[in-house]
Antibody
């Protein structure tokens, strides 16, 4: 069974750093893209970025470029999203997502983690 | 970045109704579009990929159509469990973008 299991909720102060995780299981971790989606309170979905664990090819949305870092540890099938200096506006649920690699039909995000609530407040 | 505009933003419908949601892209995205359903307090769920392919396990009352700039998600006979917010997303070019969502209410 494919699962993406994310780390637990975090409460941080502005200016603090944070690294949240997403562990994949039940599939070949290096064969699928894994990414992150933000959902601010009461708002829609925003794509943050994505990484291909096989070669660490990483893409970011311009809205998040320079604000977050996406990384992966293949040895433990885990992806990370990190901030060096959080802002109150980073308060949101962050979902990790999986996307198949395909030369044919264009796939979507077929599996989602349960979400990690990040609250940034002084 | 490619903008996706969904319409309507919200709609009221009854069980058994046929519901249609549209997603318009600001430029040609071929068939690189997916649709998701999100129920309150829950994780989004992939319904349709490649504009018209039904994800495994998704009921056949959901269907997708379109290519280029205009796309449609249709629910042929609305069920109680279908009341949710629906999002489209394009994968044609980076940054991948979502529509603003369509809330389907009773």
């Amino acid at each position: 069974e494919v699962q993406l299991v994310q780390s637990g909720a975090e409460v941080k102060k502005p200016g603090e750093s944070l690294k949240i995780s997403c562990k994949g299981s039940g599939y070949r971790f290096t064969g699928y893209w894994i990414g992150w989606v933000r959902q601010m309170p009461g708002k829609g979905l925003e794509w943050v970025g994505i990484i291909y664990p096989g070669d660490s090819d990483t893409r970011y949305s311009p809205s998040f470029q320079g604000q977050v870092t996406i990384s992966v540890d293949k040895s433990i099938s885990t992806a990370y999203l990190q901030w060096s200096s959080l802002k109150a506006s980073d308060t949101a649920i962050y979902y990790c997502v999986r996307r198949p690699f395909s030369y044919g039909p264009v796939p979507g995000f077929d599996y989602w983690g349960q979400g990690t609530l990040v609250t940034v407040s002084s | 970045a490619i903008q996706l505009t969904q319409s309507p933003s919200s709609l009221s419908a009854s069980v058994g109704d046929r519901v249609t949601i549209t997603c318009r892209a600001s430029q040609d995205i071929r068939s690189a579009l997916a649709w998701y359903q999100q129920k309150p307090g829950k994780t989004p769920n992939l319904l349709i990929y490649d504009a018209s392919s039904l994800e495994t396990g998704v009921p056949s009352r959901f269907s997708g159509s379109g290519s280029g700039t205009d796309f449609t998600l249709t629910i042929s006979s609305l069920q109680p469990e279908d009341f949710a917010t629906y999002y489209c997303q394009q994968f044609d070019s980076y940054p991948w973008t979502f529509g603003q969502g369509t809330k389907v209410e009773i």
